[in-house]
């Protein structure tokens, strides 16, 4: 393995160039146009009317300091949250990474904000249960004209793990998140560096 180490440039120099794109949003910049090239292969509209908002609590490792971290009462996780809003497609369209303890609702009110601003022919966002409440209400008085919130329940009759319409598309995109080793726990010390790879 110490021969293959060779063939990678040094750390140093890495870093300067991922901080650099990091500081000068260059990152989302490409994220944003490999989504557009994509949407357009298949087919869609450029810009997306319809997406699905979701948060995911993953484990922060020991470099993460104790002023962006919290404790998930709910999963039992001592760590990060991850709030995304993504596309019919499962594309990612905006993400807001706070301390695990911040509710879903909180994060989503700015999350949702982000989203309208930087998508404007988006109209519609579905959620599940966990968003009813003042979201719903944050969403008719600020953002009624802009977008609906609409609320995919499961039906009480419905019995262990039923794929819910719509709901699913945030949940593959979670899914894909894990598989990458790097992904399934938090290593970044700052929030900016979160956001950016």
């Given at each position: 393995m110490a021969g293959h180490a060779c063939h990678f440039p040094p750390r140093d120099r890495v870093y300067a160039f991922f901080r650099r794109w990091r500081n000068h949003d260059l990152v989302r910049?490409?994220?944003?146009?490999?989504?557009?090239?994509?949407?357009?292969?298949?087919?869609?509209?450029?810009?997306?009317?319809?997406?699905?908002?979701?948060?995911?609590?993953?484990k922060a490792d020991a470099v993460v300091g104790s002023d962006s971290r919290g404790f998930d009462g709910g999963k039992l996780i001592n760590g990060r949250k991850r709030h995304v809003v993504v596309d019919t497609l499962g594309l990612l369209l905006a993400v807001v990474v706070t301390a695990a303890d911040v509710g879903d609702r909180a994060a989503a009110s700015v999350l949702l904000t982000q989203v309208t601003a930087a998508h404007h022919l988006l109209a519609l966002v579905w959620a599940d249960g966990g968003y009813t409440g003042s979201l719903v209400e944050y969403c008719l008085a600020a953002l009624a004209l802009v977008l609906v919130l609409a609320i995919v329940k499961r039906s009480d009759d419905m019995c262990g793990f039923v794929v819910l319409p719509k709901r699913w598309i945030v949940e593959r995109f979670f899914a894909h998140l894990t598989r990458s080793r790097r992904l399934v726990r938090n290593f970044e010390r700052s929030i900016a560096s979160v956001h950016a790879p």
């Open positions: 910049e490409f994220h944003d146009r490999l989504r557009l090239l994509v949407r357009e292969r298949a087919g869609r509209d450029s810009e997306p009317g319809a997406g699905a908002i979701d948060s995911q609590s993953v």
